[in-house]
């Protein structure tokens, strides 16, 4: 605020007064408001073109010090708000971030340059498509597609593995099944003499699980890591085993 204002024990700008009162570096009770209010009148008469910030500046200060001095003639006097709120230099720079942004939105409104979204946003689908990076051929996508589809190829095996390893089992199954029919009695190491590789013998094994699962044969072992004796069950089904629940 550029007016400058004298009253008894003070001459300066009014917000300086008041950090003054506030401060209780000056009392209150010693500055006539009248006077000041008056001095501002006859600034404001004496000058047509003051903007309406400078008068917003003053009406906050004075009302300011109004209060002050109200209540040091009222002591019972308490406004929460006035007495919680920010200090006048807080308020004043608050006040000036505002000033300076509503004469940024009047250039921007008086340059017509103003835009206003919609509310709702219309989603627009765009069908898809494929766009390759700059610098990139058609030998470098099909060069690509090969290794992507040689490195698929492991995958591509794994259902003719199963297949392989289903049909070994229900082979083992069925010449375990005869062997037994043949003999009534055989041993496990008897029935893996055949054997080529470890596989094998694993398949052989399961095929051995699946008849005593179905009841169609029993084992007998003595010891740990004693052969392991296979013998018809006595009630073993006429039928001839479920091969096919392994392929």
């Not at 204002?5 to 300066?12: I, L, N």
């Not at 000036?96 to 219309?122: D, G, Q, Y």
Request: with cysteine.
């Amino acid at each position: 605020m550029a007016v400058t204002f004298r009253v008894e024990h003070f001459e300066g700008p009014l917000d300086l007064l008041l950090q003054l009162v506030e401060q209780e570096r000056l009392d209150i009770s010693e500055i006539s408001l009248a006077a000041v209010a008056e001095q501002f009148v006859l600034h404001v008469q004496g000058n047509k073109e003051i903007i309406p910030e400078e008068l917003a500046d003053f009406l906050v200060v004075a009302a300011r010090l109004m209060y002050l001095k109200s209540k040091l003639l009222i002591p019972s006097l308490f406004e929460p708000e006035l007495e919680d709120g920010p200090f006048l230099e807080t308020q004043l720079r608050e006040y000036k971030k505002f000033v300076t942004a509503s004469r940024l939105i009047n250039e921007i409104w008086n340059s017509e340059k103003c835009s206003f979204p919609s509310r709702e946003r219309t989603l627009q689908l765009s069908q898809g498509c494929f766009i390759p990076p700059v610098g990139v051929t058609t030998e470098d996508l099909r060069q690509m597609m090969r290794r992507v589809i040689a490195r698929l190829e492991p995958i591509l095996k794994l259902p003719e593995t199963s297949i392989k390893r289903a049909i070994n089992i229900q082979q083992k199954i069925a010449d375990l099944f005869q062997r037994i029919k043949r003999h009534s009695k055989t041993t496990f190491k008897d029935f893996l003499a055949g054997t080529k590789d470890r596989t094998e013998t694993v398949v052989s094994f399961l095929a051995l699980l699946e008849l005593v699962k179905q009841k169609f044969v029993m084992v007998e072992q003595d010891d740990i890591f004693n052969d392991i004796v296979i013998n018809l069950h006595p009630d073993a089904p006429q039928a001839d085993p479920l091969v096919e629940s392994f392929a």
